[in-house]
């Protein structure tokens, strides 16, 4: 997954032609039964991450800016049971370009109807941080992300720093 990403729909065929395994679809199709079971069981949100975006959702107009295939996304958001906190979901798969590309970001202030000085990226990879910041967002980094407004270690201090940013 390192090379390809999470999103890339070849894992198990790929990782069958690096071990030089013959390609019998029995193994590709138990692969994948198990992958998505795992998956299930074990994709949650952070600790007391749906009540901070509930108390974030009172307040702002919550969205989410991501990469990746438009149904795996979506399968994600759906898993976490956090769809019903975001009033708008861009996906670069529907949108046609991805992060770092400003236009993905321009795409989303235009569907929104908010300016960059309005909104506040929180991304755990320079990819999110960098351009949004460069459009004239506010970031939040999860984790040590160089040139971010402010850090979290915990994504549950988000909600603070949001209450920072609006001071």
Same mark, same amino acid.
């Given at each position: 997954?390192? /090379?390809?990403? @999470?999103?890339?729909?070849?894992?198990?065929?790929?990782?069958?032609?690096?071990?030089?395994?013959?390609?019998?679809?029995?193994?590709?199709?138990?692969?994948?039964? @198990?992958?998505?079971? @795992? /998956?299930? $069981?074990?994709?949650?949100?952070? =600790?007391?991450?749906?009540?901070?975006?509930?108390?974030?959702?009172?307040?702002?107009?919550?969205?989410?800016? &991501?990469?990746?295939?438009?149904?795996?996304?979506?399968? +994600?958001?759906?898993?976490?049971?956090?769809?019903?906190?975001?009033?708008?979901?861009?996906? @670069?798969?529907?949108?046609? /370009?991805?992060?770092?590309?400003?236009?993905?970001?321009?795409?989303?202030? +235009?569907? &929104?109807?908010? $300016?960059?000085?309005?909104?506040?990226?929180?991304?755990?990879? =320079? &990819?999110?941080?960098?351009?949004? +910041?460069?459009?004239?967002?506010? &970031?939040?980094?999860?984790? =040590?992300?160089?040139?971010? =407004?402010?850090?979290?270690?915990?994504? +549950?201090?988000?909600?603070?720093?949001?209450?920072?940013?609006?001071?």
């Amino acid at each position: 997954m390192e /090379k390809t990403g @999470s999103n890339y729909d070849r894992h198990f065929n790929e990782l069958l032609k690096e071990r030089q395994v013959q390609m019998a679809g029995r193994i590709i199709a138990a692969g994948v039964i @198990s992958y998505h079971e @795992s /998956k299930q $069981k074990n994709i949650k949100t952070f =600790d007391g991450i749906p009540e901070m975006l509930e108390e974030l959702r009172k307040k702002y107009t919550l969205c989410v800016l &991501t990469n990746g295939k438009l149904v795996k996304q979506w399968e +994600k958001i759906i898993r976490l049971d956090i769809e019903k906190y975001f009033e708008f979901v861009f996906v @670069s798969e529907e949108v046609g /370009k991805r992060k770092p590309d400003p236009a993905i970001f321009l795409h989303a202030l +235009k569907n &929104t109807g908010f $300016k960059a000085e309005e909104c506040i990226m929180v991304g755990d990879r =320079d &990819t999110d941080l960098v351009p949004a +910041k460069e459009l004239g967002m506010a &970031t939040i980094s999860i984790g =040590d992300i160089e040139g971010a =407004d402010f850090s979290v270690t915990n994504p +549950k201090d988000i909600l603070d720093r949001v209450k920072q940013i609006e001071s």
